[in-house]
């Protein structure tokens, strides 16, 4: 797996330029990347999360748009539409700005329910229907989305289908002291994001996402995989429990997570790190539990140390 680890690291040391302290974190960002999935990330103004999306971008020589969501942002202002020409007396398509490798979703939570089921199509079938006719979304394609979670006015929650379109939500967190002192210090004259240049190129990219895919998973690991999810659909805290794309999800991450560490093969500790990540968004807690303050990252936590893991068959003996 060294074809996916080296190239990887070049991608998060070239991040971590920008990124401080925040190593996990860009790890999981790369997880999406290389499976081909979507990211939101949910945190409070002022911490990184846009120019994560500028120096993930920057770094793999893609395409980035920004497309900032508000009350009045129409489907039409994200997917492009069809304007009459009237020299050459024909409809010609102008795409939006979501025709982009990289998009950032900036505060997506701010846009109506209408405007968000605009992204649901781009991002689960990498297309977009406009007046009749279907474009393809450029490859690679993702999503970054962000949402203030302190903030309630003004904003319409994320259904849950739009919330099941994420591969992970990602927090990133205050920086420590030593590390706030470190981001002060880069940034006194000039913003690093400035210096950041490419380090791996596109075609090296399709060809670790197609390495990930060949990463083996023991049928022990894909049924501990399933419990944890059906164990989420059963909790008695929990209305809506993980989705079956949540379980292919966590399916996949645990591969891309299994090659950026070296490995040809997933282990269980791979699922235990990733299903916070992947699974509890997809959580809708009960109104009796929201009141006790129970959250679904605790719920994912306690119903990982209750499933238990079961016996691989062939865990370090996969396909080379």
């Known amino acids: 797996m060294k074809n996916v680890q080296e190239p990887a690291e070049r991608v998060v040391a070239n991040v971590e330029r920008v990124i401080v302290g925040k190593h996990a974190e860009v790890r999981m960002a790369l997880v999406a990347l290389l499976c081909e999935g ?34 009045d942002l129409l489907p039409s202002d994200v997917t492009g539409l069809s304007i009459f020409n009237q020299k050459e007396q ?125 990463v083996y998973v023991d049928q022990a690991v894909a049924e501990y995989i399933v419990r944890l999810a059906g164990a989420t659909r059963e909790h008695p805290d929990v209305y809506l429990g993980a989705s079956p794309r949540g379980s292919i999800n966590l ?26 990540a992947v699974l509890a968004h997809r959580l809708i807690v009960k109104s009796q539990a929201s009141l006790r303050e129970i959250d679904p990252d605790a719920i994912v936590r306690e119903v990982i140390g209750q499933v238990p893991i079961g016996e691989p068959t062939n865990v370090t003996a996969g396909p080379r």
Not at 138 to 164: M, R
Not at 191 to 209: A, C, F, K, N, Y
Request: aromatic share 8%.
């Open 38 to 71: 979507h990211i939101l990330i949910e945190d409070v103004p002022g911490v990184g999360k846009t120019m994560l999306a500028k120096a993930l971008s920057k770094s793999i020589g893609c395409s980035f748009r920004r497309i900032q969501f508000t009350p």
């Open 90 to 214: 024909e409809f010609e398509f102008r795409p939006g700005p979501i025709f982009a490798q990289v998009v950032l979703a900036d505060e997506i939570n701010r846009a109506t329910p209408k405007t968000q089921s605009s992204l649901l199509e781009c991002m689960e079938e990498r297309q977009a229907t406009i007046d009749g006719q279907t474009y393809e979304m450029p490859s690679p394609f993702l999503v970054i989305a962000t949402q203030n979670p302190i903030e309630y006015e003004g904003t319409f929650a994320l259904p849950e289908a739009q919330l099941d379109r994420f591969m992970l939500r990602l927090r990133l967190g205050y920086p420590k002291a030593m590390e706030e002192i470190v981001i002060l210090d880069e940034q006194k004259r000039t913003h690093p994001i400035t210096d950041i240049r490419q380090v791996l190129s596109l075609e090296e990219l399709r060809q670790m996402q197609s390495a990930v895919k060949e």
């Open 251 to 276: 399916y996949r991450a645990g591969q891309a997570l299994a090659a950026l560490d070296g490995r040809d093969y997933v282990i269980p500790d791979d699922v235990k790190h990733l299903a916070v």
